[in-house]
């Protein structure tokens, strides 16, 4: 999650002073990116980001909190740390924001590991949508997305398995898979319970991913179904973890 979107997750941030807006700051490089530089330099960045102006004594809220009482912020290797009180404090006012931002960081730090392509974009559309609060969307792109994986690792690693499998228990016409655009034609949880036959998941994955069918469903059709912020972060959590 970028230092904006932070930002705008802060509740009644007009109303916070450039002097509590640091103590935020560190939250976010510290907690919540776990950053490995939280100086005053990369803290003012972070302003900058937010297109806003630093404080002047941006240097000077950071020394005084080492002394100030209560104690604010500790001094570490990396730069400065929130003291445990200070952390507890904003981790409590941003509340279900901060699972939401724990999520978004989990989310790009896996977009972060994949390699430059179709699957990293499509991750990152679904990561957008999350943050944008679509929910819906990020579900639907999420599954898709782990449709898309389990299609290519059957494809390349089970494919003996799975045939045999589908052999036993034919699809409308199809009874094996000579391409990886033929999993498209399958019933998705038809594909599921070929993949738990041919071993390529396990019976826990399976479970998953039938709960995560019916979610994607309720969220593919127009309904008067809401899909909570909870259940877009249980859903997209157990696909993607």
């Given at each position: 999650?970028?230092?904006?979107?932070?930002?705008?997750?802060?509740?009644?941030?007009?109303?916070?002073?450039?002097?509590?807006?640091?103590?935020?700051?560190?939250?976010?490089?510290?907690?919540?990116?776990?950053?490995?530089?939280?100086?005053?330099?990369?803290?003012?960045?972070?302003?900058?980001?937010?297109?806003?102006?630093?404080?002047?004594?941006?240097?000077?809220?950071?020394?005084?909190?080492?002394?100030?009482?209560?104690?604010?912020?500790?001094?570490?290797?990396?730069?400065?740390?929130?003291?445990?009180?200070?952390?507890?404090?904003?981790?409590?006012?941003?509340?279900?924001?901060?699972?939401?931002?724990?999520?978004?960081?989990?989310?790009?730090?896996?977009?972060?590991?994949?390699?430059?392509?179709?699957?990293?974009?499509?991750?990152?559309?679904?990561?957008?949508?999350?943050?944008?609060?679509?929910?819906?969307?990020?579900?639907?792109?999420?599954?898709?997305?782990?449709?898309?994986?389990?299609?290519?690792?059957?494809?390349?690693?089970?494919?003996?398995?799975?045939?045999?499998?589908?052999?036993?228990?034919?699809?409308?016409?199809?009874?094996?898979?000579?391409?990886?655009?033929?999993?498209?034609?399958?019933?998705?949880?038809?594909?599921?319970?070929?993949?738990?036959?041919?071993?390529?998941?396990?019976h826990d994955q399976r479970k998953i991913l039938d709960v995560?069918?019916?979610?994607?469903?309720?969220?593919?059709?127009?309904?008067?179904?809401?899909?909570?912020?909870?259940?877009?972060?249980?859903?997209?959590?157990?696909?993607?973890?």
């Amino acid at each position: 999650m970028s230092a904006d979107r932070f930002y705008n997750a802060i509740p009644n941030v007009a109303s916070k002073s450039g002097k509590e807006l640091v103590a935020y700051f560190l939250y976010y490089l510290t907690v919540e990116t776990k950053d490995q530089n939280s100086t005053a330099g990369v803290l003012a960045e972070c302003f900058r980001e937010c297109s806003l102006v630093p404080p002047d004594r941006l240097a000077n809220y950071l020394s005084e909190g080492l002394k100030s009482n209560p104690v604010q912020y500790l001094k570490v290797p990396s730069g400065y740390a929130l003291h445990r009180t200070l952390k507890e404090k904003i981790s409590a006012e941003l509340g279900e924001r901060r699972v939401t931002m724990q999520t978004s960081a989990e989310l790009r730090s896996i977009e972060s590991m994949l390699p430059d392509g179709d699957a990293k974009a499509f991750l990152r559309e679904a990561i957008d949508c999350f943050e944008a609060g679509a929910n819906r969307a990020a579900i639907i792109m999420t599954w898709v997305l782990t449709m898309n994986h389990l299609h290519d690792y059957v494809f390349k690693h089970h494919l003996v398995a799975f045939n045999s499998a589908f052999k036993k228990a034919p699809y409308r016409k199809m009874d094996h898979v000579n391409a990886i655009d033929d999993f498209g034609d399958m019933n998705e949880k038809k594909f599921i319970e070929l993949c738990r036959s041919a071993s390529a998941i396990t019976h826990d994955q399976r479970k998953i991913l039938d709960v995560a069918l019916d979610i994607r469903n309720s969220c593919a059709h127009p309904s008067s179904i809401v899909i909570k912020r909870s259940k877009a972060i249980s859903t997209i959590e157990d696909l993607v973890t």
